[in-house]
Antibody, heavy 118, light 106 residues
Framework: QVKLLQSGAALVKPGASVKMSCKASGYTFTDYWVSWVKQSHGKSLEWIGE????????NFNEKFKGKATLTVDKSTSTAYMELSRLTSEDSAIYYC???????????WGQGASVTVSS | EIVLTQSPTTMAASPGEKVTLTCRASSSVSYMHWYQQRSGTSPKLWIYETSKLASGVPNRFSGSGSGTSYSLTINSMETEDAATYYC?????????FGGGTKLELK
């Protein structure tokens, strides 16, 4: 079955960067976009952006341009998201998802917690 | 950006009770998706394209709506339905989510 396995929790200092991974299995990685979603503690969900593994094409929420960088490694069916210049506002759980039929996120990773603290 | 407003923010329902959650969009959207999130777990796709149940979702759930007004209905509340439900639109970028409705068991 479709699985998205994310990297573990990270504790990072303000101003630093963090790179997280999302390894896909159970489907052809290059046939589907990979999307990323942010959930701040106890709050709702924010769509960050998406990447198409086959071409590297991306779409971003304007709010996250300059903050998030999306890449993929087709050889390992893994998507990556790097967050830069971290502040306390970036402390959250980040999910990778698989959008199917355009924008229907039918599979979600287990989430990766990022805590920004000195 | 299309803003989605869910109501109520929180509600409690008794077993067997009929429940209706609503989601209003600031502009017309083609369809709405719904996700269920239980405490400490990832969101799960629950209803897509307004009214289609995701795999494994009990048929006591249904979805309806059009334009700017959408709803998720539970015909008869069960214990396992206690969770937070989020609506999401993908008709235009950026995709957006509602603030969520936390449904508790009374």
């Amino acid at each position: 079955q479709v699985k998205l396995l994310q990297s573990g929790a990270a504790l990072v200092k303000p101003g630093a960067s963090v790179k997280m991974s999302c390894k896909a299995s159970g489907y052809t990685f290059t046939d589907y976009w990979v999307s990323w979603v942010k959930q701040s503690h106890g709050k709702s969900l924010e769509w960050i952006g998406e990447i198409y593994p086959n071409s590297g094409a991306t779409n971003f929420n304007e709010k996250f341009k300059g903050k998030a960088t999306l890449t993929v490694d087709k050889s390992t069916s893994t998507a990556y998201m790097e967050l830069s210049r971290l502040t306390s506002e970036d402390s959250a759980i980040y999910y990778c998802t698989r959008p199917n039929w355009g924008d229907v996120m039918d599979a979600w990773g287990q989430g990766a917690s990022v805590t920004v603290s000195s | 950006e299309i803003v989605l407003t869910q109501s109520p923010t929180t509600m409690a329902a008794s077993p067997g009770e009929k429940v209706t959650l609503t989601c209003r969009a600031s502009s017309s959207v083609s369809y709405m998706h719904w996700y269920q999130q239980r405490s400490g777990t990832s969101p799960k796709l629950w209803i897509y394209e307004t009214s289609k149940l995701a795999s494994g979702v009990p048929n006591r759930f249904s979805g309806s709506g059009s334009g700017t007004s959408y709803s998720l209905t539970i015909n008869s509340m069960e214990t396992e339905d206690a969770a937070t439900y989020y609506c999401q639109q993908g008709s235009s970028y950026p995709w957006t989510f509602g603030g969520g409705t936390k449904l508790e068991l009374k």
